[in-house]
């Protein structure tokens, strides 16, 4: 194992400049800047530190996708082994079993998948695709894979079938002709079905495509062929000529046998069905209109919309069922989509939320000549899946049990824990149980195939996802399946905006103004934070018992905004690449001039949501404990929140945006501080902005104090501050009388009724107004809240100009410069105990500031010694004068102690405060606190890990001397970085713009991983990849689905074994005994023998250029699925046992063969013998 050692090397000889190590902090961060893909060491001997990780533990591998298949067009069943499969538009394949069966497989092309058919118990499954090639999957597998492809080149595939226990698939087209193909062999035969020869020879027109085809339940040698406009053929295979033919003037959609065989049904464009009957085909012995109103003069019902599908179904002790999609009346413009359901006289018409794509009747048999007994009605909708059961007479639907409802809201964000605390997962589901539906069929789910055990990985997992609607749903994610816990709603906090009200409020969001922007879960302690798109954090408290209470909740203000200077009018610079095109509603969004304009006066102080005043019902639970909310200041609103961290032990909550930084103490419900991210800097601030002018155009009671920037504060670090409030519903905190300042800073830090009173009603000069409007680079005008698909990303990134600028300009920027770095979002936050200054001998309490221009600032926290304290004493926020420097924004901390292990925050262990046990209420708080008390147990030193968008440092402290520096990338950035735990140690994840993934070891920052996996095509990926410990990881695939991932080799070893198999071997059911009499009278008195017919003897051999073979890669896909380790070697050797099986079963069956002609041959040589034993010669 190599071990790393901190060596000494002298700082100048890794400073960028001569000046690189003075100027505190920010010198040591930017004094030791590497080349690209480099790790450098710098700074005071240390201990040695053995790290364990080398690049052995990590690969890539994708694990499983859940949700619901996104954009689906096709479904199909296999009724012996009972597992479904769902095609996309986007090539992907869904195979789905029992719970925890489910498989993912993907068209290389692409291409959407028009239709599926199962190889039913054969483990195998034909795709048809768009690019008109068909595929065999080898479902034997746990990965399955194609076996062979065929491309048709000259025509378009427009239906398939495939009889049951055949291995000749039909295959209908564009042009009307029927080909047929080798289900073994994937070749096409000789025999092909043309449209001219189908039709009789005195129609005129084109037939149209083939819509659809099927064999004769009654007899294989038989085909029924559907043209698009209303032609059916019944064709005779052995004779090569059609039976008979049936026209009908519209359209066909589909068609569906009687298991007799002696009667089909055809379902068309008008909303009719028709059935006909195979000894009178000139017309359709039966029409019906099921939805059609009866005219009164008696003429045919008025004509409905399309039915796009029926299905013909017999029961042995009952009426048929036959059940269809569409067919609705044309005058029902608003009805939903609908699946109606006829038995006997009986009509019932479910509606359905979404369109239907597809569905399926499940029956007892897999052979068509037989009563068929349907007992379910799978149906594919656009965003469900739905089963029905018909076996009761409501026709109530099963409760699925797959995670098929991950997008009931749009997902906004996501995370993911893995090696949670055990009990949390039980406690989830038991509140989440209480919520469950009722009404349910009492049938266990039908599509119950496959097999699938727990596997080798034993630690819970959780996946938490936030939904545009303000829905918040924790799932269990343990052993790679997923299944819903528990559900909230972060909305019910606020009061209903009620229709047409929206303008006249100070709503900031057209649509979803509840959506989710930013989750923060400490699961020790089990406290939840939320931060929404309207700008507001909520801090939910979890709780077993039922309470009814009203929510406190804090209104704060946090604008910052550049004051007039003596300069050049600058610039406008665009927040996004495209802001050109959101310029123009820049104002009506903002709310500025349209509000003066329209109301006479400013919208200030108010906040974008109303809380509910009156006290609440919470059911067991996360029950809301604060509510906080950012406010409008002189007609600005309120600026999305990007960054967001809550600790148990302190009490406290901190988020910042791009004006500023707010920190708020949820246990007292009081704000501590809240003022704009340059005045946290005060006069360490390493841009050196030059000092502001007063704004003239406002004037304040002498009374009226304000905060000035920290400043104050740094040449003597032992003042502690608190800042002034006007809090709704609590007491106010004053400044202490030498902290009171003139009227500088009036950017909201603080507020008084008189304040706020001179400010309303004013009216806005042109400048004001102009200025109001103007916005810097880091403000985005709000928009609409859209799903993670297509929202904005909330990275901690500012604009590519400042990306560039923040680094290569000197420290001492111009004036001119001022407008540009004044919007600084707050990117990062982080709550630890630390030394917060070069003097520190002990760790405190302390708060990491990460900005989005690579500032990291450290606060500290002066908490109340007692637990009686904590509750009554103030807790005290001051500046530590620290500042450290990176390349990029900030977007994530973490802290190791001087052995190079992590050390979490300190959390609060969870007790129930609204428990009915008063022992429980009124016990006193247990803190854990990670790093021990003392620092000789502690060592003396630790290590801060720091992580922006384009490098990573190592700092020791609290020397604040930079170790090692990393630069992860110089053409792109990263999206999301985590400090994770893998094999017993710890390493730095990051996943970049460019669509790679890196592994860093810590503390020395050596590369391990870097793999280009994924490149970022939308939004959605970038908003939602997390990674977590254990080397796990997830990002939203498509707008429905959840893809899981892993950069640990263990798992990738072992991911084998925690897949569920699809086949499983079960035995065919027989068929019915059909009788003596019927087999004579029944059907056709010879077999057919599908092999003589449509093999290359008989048929021929196929055009070459009519389609083309491509042989798949099969079984070898599973072998690379399972590579490395014993797992693949034992797959190898089970696929090399099974060719060896086969061999030997064909060597068994060669001479059972042989031996069968031997004894032949010895039979006819003895009665050759006997014949001539008694003749003499001359008789020959």
Request: charged share 20%; net charge neutral.
């Amino acid at each position: 194992m190599k071990k790393f050692n901190f060596r000494k090397v002298l700082d100048g000889l890794t400073a960028s400049s001569p000046g690189g190590s003075s100027g505190g902090g920010s010198g040591a961060g930017g004094g030791s800047v590497h080349p690209a893909g480099t790790a450098g060491a710098a700074g005071t001997p240390r201990d040695e530190i053995q790290e364990t990780l080398t690049s052995d533990y990590f690969q890539i591998c994708k694990t499983v996708r859940h949700g619901f298949p996104y954009l689906p067009t096709a479904l199909a069943f296999d009724p012996v082994q009972k597992i479904l499969a769902i095609g996309t538009r986007t090539g992907a394949i869904r195979i789905l079993g029992r719970p925890g069966v489910d498989c993912y497989c993907q068209h290389e092309s692409g291409a959407a998948v028009l239709q599926l058919q199962f190889l039913i118990n054969e483990g195998a499954l034909v795709s048809a695709c768009a690019d008109d090639a068909l595929h065999l999957w080898n479902l034997r597998q746990k990965r399955p894979a194609i076996l062979h492809s065929l491309k048709f080149n000259r025509e378009r595939i427009t239906y398939c079938h495939l009889p049951f226990q055949s291995k000749w698939l039909y295959v209908g087209t564009e042009r009307g002709n029927t080909h047929i193909v080798n289900i073994e062999s994937f070749i096409l035969s000789g025999y092909v079905i043309m449209w001219n020869k189908a039709i009789e020879l005195s129609t005129k027109t084109h037939p149209g495509p083939v819509v659809h085809l099927s064999d004769s339940p009654r007899d294989e040698g038989k085909l029924l062929i559907g043209y698009e406009n209303g032609t059916i053929v019944f064709w005779d295979l052995r004779s090569k000529r059609a039976d008979l033919r049936a026209y009908y003037d519209e359209a066909i959609h589909s068609v569906a046998w009687h298991h007799e065989g002696k009667q089909f049904m055809c379902s068309h464009s008008d909303g009719s069905l028709t059935l006909w009957n195979l000894k009178s085909p000139n017309r359709p012995f039966q029409t019906t209109i099921p939805h059609g109103k009866m005219q009164r003069d008696g003429k045919k019902p008025e004509s409905c919309k399309p039915i796009l599908k029926v299905e013909y179904k017999t029961c042995k002790n009952s009426e048929p069922f036959v059940i269809f999609s569409g067919g609705l009346s044309y005058d029902k413009a608003c009805r939903r989509p609908s699946l109606t359901i006829m038995h006997g006289k009986a009509i019932t018409v479910l509606e359905m939320d979404h369109p239907i794509v597809d569905f399926l009747t499940l029956c007892e048999t897999p052979y068509p000549n037989e009563f068929q007994e349907p007992y379910a009605v799978v149906v594919l909708l656009e965003k469900d899946l739905i089963v029905v059961d018909l076996t009761q007479s409501n026709f109530p639907i099963f409760e699925n049990p797959y995670p098929i409802d991950i997008h009931e809201s749009p997902v906004t964000c996501t995370e993911y824990f893995a090696d949670c605390p055990p009990d949390l997962i039980p406690v989830l589901y038991s509140v989440g149980a209480k919520h469950k539906k009722q009404g349910y069929s009492n049938k266990e789910w039908p599509i119950s195939g496959g097999a699938w055990n727990l596997g080798a990985q034993t630690y819970p997992e959780i996946i938490i996802t936030g939904h545009a609607d303000g829905s918040v749903k924790f799932w269990d994610a343990s052993a790679i399946t997923l299944q819903m816990l528990y559900k909230f709603k972060t909305s019910k906090v606020f009061e209903k905006q009620k229709q047409g009200e929206g303008k006249a409020t100070a709503e900031i969001v057209e649509e979803d103004p509840f959506a989710v922007q930013m989750m923060y879960w400490c699961p020790e302690s089990r406290i939840f934070c939320v931060a929404g798109v309207s700008a507001y954090v909520v801090v939910y408290r979890f709780s077993k018992h039922e309470v009814n209470t009203e929510i406190a909740s804090l209104e704060v203000r946090l604008q910052y905004e550049v004051e007039d200077i003596i300069t050049p009018e600058p610039e406008i610079i665009p927040p996004f690449p495209d802001a050109s095109s959101q310029l123009p509603s820049l104002k009506s969004l903002s709310g500025s001039t349209n509000t003066v304009a329209c109301e006479g006066t400013m919208k200030d102080s108010i906040p974008c949501l109303s809380v509910k005043t009156r006290p609440v019902r919470m059911p067991p639970g996360y029950q809301a404990d604060l509510v906080i909310q950012l406010v409008w200041v002189d007609g600005e609103p309120p600026q999305q929140i990007t960054s967001l961290a809550i600790n148990s032990a302190y009490g406290l909550v901190a988020f910042g945006n791009c004006n500023g930084l707010a920190v708020v103490d949820f246990m007292q419900k009081t704000v501590l501080l809240s003022m704009g991210t340059l005045d946290l800097y005060g006069s360490s601030d390493p841009y050196q902005r030059q000092p502001r002018s007063p704004r003239k155009s406002k004037q304040f009671a002498a009374d009226n104090f304000c905060m000035r920037g920290l400043s104050n504060f740094y040449p003597d670090l032992t003042k502690r501050i608190r800042t002034s409030y006007q809090i709704k519903g609590s007491r106010k905190l004053s400044l202490p009388t030498d902290l009171k300042t003139d009227l500088d800073h009036v950017n909201g830090h603080c507020t008084s009724p008189t304040s706020q009173s001179c400010s309303s009603g004013k009216r806005l000069s042109s400048a004001d107004v102009s200025k109001a409007n103007r916005r810097g680079p880091g403000r985005p005008p709000f928009r609409k809240a859209q799903s993670a698909a297509c929202m904005e990303i909330s990275l901690p990134v500012t604009t590519e100009e400042n990306r560039e600028n923040s680094f290569s300009r000197s420290r001492s920027s111009s004036v001119s410069s001022i407008d540009r770095d004044s919007k600084e979002a707050i990117t990062a936050l982080y709550f630890m105990e630390s030394f917060a200054r070069k003097n520190d001998s002990a760790v405190s309490p302390c708060l990491w500031v990460g900005t989005g221009l690579g500032m990291v600032l450290i606060l500290s926290l002066n908490l109340p010694a007692g637990d009686d304290l904590r509750q009554s004493e103030p807790v005290m926020v001051s500046p530590s004068g620290t500042v450290l420097t990176l390349k990029g924004a900030v977007l994530t901390f973490a802290c190791l102690d001087c052995t190079g292990t992590l050390t979490h925050p300190p959390y609060e262990v969870w007790r129930d405060l609204h428990s009915a046990d008063d022992g429980e209420k009124t016990r006193k708080r247990k803190l854990v606190m990670h790093s021990p008390s003392s620092s000789q147990d502690m060592g003396d030193h630790q290590f801060a890990v720091i992580c922006s968008e384009k490098q990573a440092k190592v700092f020791s402290l609290p020397s604040q001397t930079c170790l090692y520096v990393h630069n992860i990338t110089e053409t792109s950035f990263l999206l999301r970085a985590d400090v994770v735990t893998l094999c017993n140690s710890v390493c730095l994840a990051c996943f970049c713009a460019n669509g790679h993934i890196m592994t860093l070891s810590l503390p020395s920052l050596r590369p391990l991983l870097d793999i280009n996996y994924l490149p970022v095509t939308d939004m959605r990926i970038a908003r939602t990849f997390c990674f977590t410990n254990e080397g796990q990881a997830l990002y939203l695939s498509s707008p429905t689905e959840i893809q899981r991932l892993t950069y640990s080799q263990e798992m990738c070893d072992n991911l084998q074994d925690m897949l569920g198999d699809l086949f499983t071997p079960v035995e065919t059911p027989e068929a019915q005994n059909r009788g003596f009499l019927k087999g004579l009278f029944g059907g056709s008195g010879q077999a057919f023998d599908r092999e003589e017919l449509f093999g290359e003897a008989t048929a021929g051999k196929a055009s070459r250029s009519l389609a083309q073979h491509i042989p798949g890669s099969g079984g070898i896909e599973g072998v690379r699925g399972a590579a490395g380790g014993v797992i693949g070697d034992l797959t190898r050797a089970r696929i090399a046992l099974d060719e060896r099986g086969q061999k030997l079963g064909e060597l068994d069956e060669r001479t059972a063969s042989m031996m069968a002609s031997a004894e032949a041959f010895s039979k006819h040589a003895h009665e050759v013998m006997l014949k001539y034993k008694d003749k003499k010669w001359y008789q020959f």
